[in-house]
């Protein structure tokens, strides 16, 4: 699907070819991502904001078609709700400096044992110096997060539920909207990691009604360093800045400033503007390629892999949720996952190895590290077939060490 | 045989396998022929810092006779430890300060290792140069 699209697709490595099976670390360009950044550096950079010579005044104008491109494909109501960030991680770090500020000693925050680190870490910090109490909802032995638990932890002190949407580990699929709609009946704000979900999952955040959103632009084919924070306006509004200087400022004086109207008073210094340009055209490929049809894809790929990787009885996958999307990882017994890993590299196969950023997950689910396969939906059933064979010589020289 | 020689050998081996899935085996292989690291020796002292992986490493000089001793939790580190333990375990002292080991730099094993790897690789080097020279 598409494959000629991504020329990185098309490298052989000693070469074979090469086969890029770690999506969910990040996903590779399509041509006219560096394409559409290369159009803006050659024909209109300049700074964005306040500049009044033409290139600022071009600039600009196609950061904020940008802003507004990504309000489109999440459903945004409207583009001060886009905050552009460097990325996933710096958009929870943004979001929980400042909500810092708003929270009282007593006050609770909930997060998951299925969270990637970026998304428990700043909240566990937030608490930590605010007084405030972080909890942690607990995950079933299947990988699913236990509802029961975390509906008898949602309470009139808890200010804010920080949940992924998609494990980045297991794949397990979380069914936010319930769970937004269980916390909204106790006021209690949500946020949404939607780094793993955007190719996964149809993302509309007025359909979700989730108070923030927040993704990273080299996940849905875009580049590194743009990311996106989405908040209600309401609750973007009700929030401090949480960093300062150039671009946020209304009126600044020696002992006190005032500060810039949505989204600006989010994105201090001169934001990622090329950044913004390449996640707006990655995301019209995702359109022109199809939501729906990239979904579909992904799905029926990772079932595929599942049914590969079940095949083999020294192999145990991880978990088994309700619903898996996008990736799925294993340990295979006496066997370290980086062992592993190396060979299937060196078999022409990228695949990841390690913690994955989410040790509370794997500690929860019995283990120290894992492999992961992470599939897009450039892939194809062919290469999964190979991995398959590359999996088989891989056991055969470590179980028969 | 002398350090050089022993490394040689190694490295003529090691280049004759072709790709690195058969060079990555042979290192599996030779992690299975490393003696076993008694576990009173597996201290927090014999980590070795900077390895990704887990390492510990265990040298002494007896009447200036290097003896090395060590163990990993990945078989392709243990597999280079192995060949190390080759080249230095019984070696001269002397010898080993007056030889350096460029026994992975002669293949492609160390193209293969990601930068904190390497770091790791080298801590372990420098390690025994460094009980080398203290004698």
Known sequence: MRRDDFPILNTAVDGKPYIYLDNAATTQVPRCVPEAMEVHWFTCNGNVHRGIHTFSRQSTGVLEQARDSVRGFIGAACPEEIIFTSGTTDSINKLAYAFRDTLQPGDEIIATEMEHHSNLIPWQEACKRSGAVFRVAPVLDSGDIDLEALWKMLSKRTKLLAITWVSNVTGAANPVKQIIARAHTRNILVLIDAAQAMRHELVDVCELDCDFLVFSGHKVMGPTGIGVLYGKKEQLLSLPPPSFGGGMVDQVYSDTSTYNKLPFRFEAGTPNYIGAVGLARALCYLEQVGRREIADRENMLLRYCEDALQKHSEIQVLADPKRRVGAISFTVKGVHPTDAAMLLDSLGIAVRSGHHCAQPLLRRLGVNTAIRVSLAFYNTEQEIDKLDEAIRRMLAVLMGR | ?135
């Open chain 2, 1 to 135: 045989m002398t350090i050089a020689g022993r490394q040689d050998a190694i490295v003529e081996t090691i280049n004759s396998l072709g790709d690195g899935f058969e060079q990555y085996s042979y290192l599996i292989f030779r992690a299975g022929q490393l003696p076993p690291m008694t576990s009173e020796y597996k201290t927090d002292e014999a980590l070795v810092a900077g390895c990704q992986s887990i390492v510990w490493l265990r040298l002494n000089v007896v009447d200036g006779i290097m003896n090395m001793q060590a163990d990993s939790d990945t078989l392709i580190i243990k597999g280079i430890l192995a060949i190390l333990a080759e080249i230095v375990d019984g070696c001269d002292a002397n010898e080993l300060i007056s030889t350096p080991i460029t026994v992975l730099e002669r293949t492609d094993l160390a193209a293969t290792f990601e930068s904190e790897r390497l770091t790791g690789i080298r801590s372990i080097l420098k390690s025994i140069r460094d009980r080398a020279n203290e004698g």
